[in-house]
């Protein structure tokens, strides 16, 4: 019996953390489109935004070397610096959807090209 209440308990839980994850998604997504249209547009339209957005997809997973003093996403900032309308997106993004943790902005970005 208490096994499934156990199973019950950590099925809501786990709703709950999910629930609240897709929303804060939905809010990244909803900033960026609402304040960087510009820059998402520019990017759609260039071939070379989207074969670098699609370079540093790849950085976003990868977590720093062990004892690296380098913070956090800086490889796929770096990445992302080398085309200039990739760059403004997610200078934009950064700007004006900052209530967003970067890790949101950084999946909405380089998982939609």
């Known amino acids: 019996m208490k096994v499934i209440q156990i199973a019950i308990l950590l099925f809501f839980a786990t709703t709950i953390i999910l629930s609240k994850r897709i929303h804060l998604n939905e809010q990244t997504q909803q900033c960026i489109r ?42 796929v900032l770096s990445c992302l610096k080398k085309n200039e309308n990739s760059y403004n997106l997610i200078d934009c993004a950064y700007s004006n959807c900052e209530n967003s943790p970067k890790s949101q902005v950084y999946e909405y970005l380089l998982g939609n090209y």
């Open 34 to 75: 609402e304040k960087c249209p510009d820059q998402l547009k520019q990017c759609y339209d260039d071939m070379a935004c989207q074969l670098q957005l699609s370079k540093c997809r790849q950085k976003v997973n990868k977590p720093p070397k062990q004892g690296s003093k380098s913070k956090p996403y800086s490889n």
